[in-house]
């Protein structure tokens, strides 16, 4: 594969392009730092998955995790696409009502769901609710029985894979805090409880092993081991599931040095393993749906920056400053997570050194990229970060009282905001003056 700077797009003046559009007149329209999003990239990116699925023909749904990036317009993107979403709290789920986005076609994920989001869950009647333990069994059985309700639901449980990837990445091993344990037997009593309760509907089994994840196997693993579960349960108590959820996890190219597969090569295995496994097993094939986070929103991403001020440390680097940084993107901070940027204005041109990109904020820690190759820079020059698209934007914060950037949607020469930059006011917006005596 080659790298991504050779698939950048470049038009008549050079300028980094996407979408169709000039990334310097995006610059200069909305100001920076802003978030790109490539609408394409979002809409080539389900369809490939849901081929995948065609091709296998299996029942399935492309549910987008969209912690990865959520707003009003990314949830009518994806609804446009037939695509599913998960969400994880009340604020995500509230975004997809105001979105207007078909609640059956919505799951609910979490750890510790509050029994507000629980009733918020019920009364609009979403597609599913991933059981994720014991107290929520609990708190969701008095949601249905106060409002003689009713609810599908899955168990996520942990399948025992500990996937290959950053520590805070990963959420599969029996050692996590998500989901049901398999070996102990927590699961199976889930289950008891669930089928016991004629207000919930349980249509499968969930797991997730992880997130930015390279390699196959452990895909294939937990695929395989959640149908064995199902085989197991058929066995003991007759139950049969309609849906195996394997989460998402697909891991992108962030940099060169990445080399992943395809994100939809990654379910066309796990598809597989499934049927296999089903086959052998003598079970009916169950619909797979995939929560793909990262692999939808990363790719189309791109973080707009302004170059400001420079210092050049001598004989140890220099450090090239630009007008964001770890409150827009804290993840090479958090993850030590790599990126690369080109220079906006001629992505293409010889390269003339290596610096430190950093961010404006009064942390020593926020650094963009700890080594970048450029061309030579001028304050006001715009850089383009590339891959930035996941957990950027849905992570950033208002570290230093900084308002966070506006988020556009490019698409065929056209462009829109679909999240408005932050302003002075908005920052203000929820405090209140000091008001106790001495
Ligand atoms: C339950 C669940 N599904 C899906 C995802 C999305 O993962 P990714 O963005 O790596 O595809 C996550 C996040 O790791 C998750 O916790
Ligand atoms: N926020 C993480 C991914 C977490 C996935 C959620 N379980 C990242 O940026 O890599």
Redesign the pocket.
Known sequence: MSNQIDQLTTNQAGHLEIGGCDTLDLAKEYGTPLVVYDVKSIRDQIHHFQKVFEDNDVDYAVSYAS?AFACIAMFQLINQEHGHIDVVSGGELYTAIQAGFPMDHVSFHGNNKSREELEMAVDHQIGVIMLDNFHEIDLLKQVLEERNSHINVMLRVTPGVSAHT?E??Q?GQVDSKFGFDLKSGQARQALDQVLADPRMTMLGIHA?IG??IFEVKGFEMAATTLVDTLGDWHEEIGYTAKVVNVGGGFGIRYTQADDPIAPEMFVDAIVKAIKKRTHELGLPMPAVWIEP??SIAGPAGYNLYTVGSRKDVPGIRSYVTVDGGMGDNI?PAL?Q?KYEAVLAKNPKAPIKETVRVAGKYCESGDILIQKQDLPATQPGDVLAMLATG??GYA?ASNYNRNPRPAVVFVENGHSQVAIKRESFEDLVHLDEPFNLSD
Do not use: V
Request: no cysteine.
């Open positions: 912690k950053h805070y990445d959420t997730h997130s930015q986070g990262r993840r993850y997570a996941a957990y992570m």
